[in-house]
Structures are given as C-alpha cells and as structure tokens.
Nanobody, 123 residues
C-alpha cells in the first residue's frame, strides 16, 4: 500500500528554521521525482520545490528560492525540505508527492495526498 507521511512541522518565529521529512512506502521511491507543495485555507495547493530521482536537479518556487533546500535519501525512502529564514507567509500545510513537470508546471502524479504537516510562522 502506497503511503506518504510528512513530519517536522511546528510553530516557530520569523527567521527560524525547520526541516520537514517525507517518508514514502509502497512505491519505487528511488525512481520518483519528488516535490513539496503547500496549501493555506481557501487557496490552491502550490508547488514549493522539486528534486530529480538522483538528487542532481532541483527546482524552487520564486517565493522560497535562497531560503529552502530540497534533498532526498533514497536509501531511506525519504525526501526533505530544509526551510530557513522562515516568514509569516510561509505558514501553510506542507505536503510531499511524487511529481511530474512539463517544464513550467509541477504536478502530483498521485491521486491522493498524505496528511501533511502544519508549519506556522509567527511574526
């Protein structure tokens, strides 16, 4: 059974850091391009960062470039999102997914989402 389990969120102050983790089971994780998305109430889920299967290529939304770093450990079926210099506007529920891209748009390849992890940044 496929499963995505996100963790690592929390309540922090502006300027602090958090590291999110996404453990994937039931899939050939090492073959997947992985991505992180985030969503706030009443808004669509937005792409945050993506990483190729071998970790050699990454991509970021403009809002997080220079502050967030995506990485992965294929031996542990885990993707990470290191978030530094957090801002109040980073407050959201963060989700991971196996993703595809057409070069301009990133999208989940799955028909389900994990439970996500809540990140709250106080200003």
């Amino acid at each position: 059974q496929e499963q995505l389990v996100e963790s690592g969120g929390g309540l922090v102050q502006a300027g602090d850091s958090l590291r999110l983790s996404c453990v994937v089971t039931g899939r050939a994780f090492s073959k997947d391009t992985m991505g992180w998305f985030r969503q706030t109430p009443g808004k669509e889920r937005d792409f945050v960062a993506g990483i190729s299967w071998n970790g050699r290529q990454t991509a970021y939304a403009d809002a997080v470039k220079g502050r967030f770093t995506i990485s992965r450990d294929n031996a542990k079926n885990t993707a990470f999102l290191q978030m530094n210099s957090l801002k109040a506007e980073d407050t959201a529920i963060y989700y991971c997914a196996a993703v595809g891209t057409d070069g301009s748009r990133w999208y989940s390849l799955l028909d389900y989402w994990g439970q996500g992890t809540q990140v709250t940044v106080s200003s």
